[in-house]
């Protein structure tokens, strides 16, 4: 049984997602402040359920929404894609570590992705995490200026051939499930020669 429960946020989750946005431990490790209310966050969201290249939802554990998580960058063609996620409950942040072997089984084993990335602001303290599934990383040295300080930017990237050696994460399976468009495809739905 899964830890985890995966749904895709509606509007009425869009003043939830500014909340967690704006809590200290998630502000202060992502590269971009959000300024806008919640009508701007509900177009936005409504928006990404039309877009090919990008995918989010909120992490529930039990029955309570703790989080988001999303894929984005994703190139169908290529295989790849690239990741974000944080915990926006505070006494949920314990619960993060698991968050993303789920989200790896579904990219490789789900979607069929071949490599997937994200970018860490090096003071963020998953990097641990990030090294225990497998992740190579690379420093960019004071890549990331915020309030006039340089932070150096941690580039992860995990490939499937590497996520598959890490077979005591197989056991953390859960659905993640994204709507049709409008055309009624499932966008990057794997055609039978995949």
């Known amino acids: 049984m899964s830890k985890f429960r995966f749904i895709v946020p509606e509007a009425e989750h869009a003043q ?3 909340d967690w946005r704006a809590k200290p431990w998630v502000a202060d490790m992502m590269f971009n402040r959000i300024e806008h209310g919640v009508a701007e966050q509900q177009a936005w969201m409504a928006g990404c359920l ?21 894929l984005q960058h994703i190139d169908w063609a290529n295989r790849t894609t690239s990741n974000g996620y944080y915990i926006g409950e505070e006494d949920a942040r314990p619960l993060g570590g698991f968050v993303l072997p789920y989200l ?14 994200a970018e ?15 992740n190579e990383e690379t420093v960019e040295p004071g890549a990331f200026v915020r309030d006039g300080v340089a932070h150096d930017v941690i580039k992860l990237r995990l490939t499937r051939d590497k996520w598959d050696t890490m077979t005591r994460y197989k056991r953390y399976v859960a659905a993640f499930p994204w709507p049709a468009t409008r055309s009624g495809q499932l966008p990057g739905a794997k055609s039978a020669e995949d």
């Open 120 to 134: 860490v602001i090096a003071d963020n303290d998953i990097m641990r995490l990030n090294r225990l599934l497998g």
């Open 50 to 70: 039309e877009r090919e290249d990008y995918r989010h939802w909120l992490i529930v554990a039990g029955e309570r929404p703790i989080g988001l998580v999303n």
């Open 104 to 117: 790896y089984n579904h990219v490789f084993h789900d979607i069929g992705m071949r490599e997937i990335t």
């Open 16 to 18: 939830l997602i500014l």
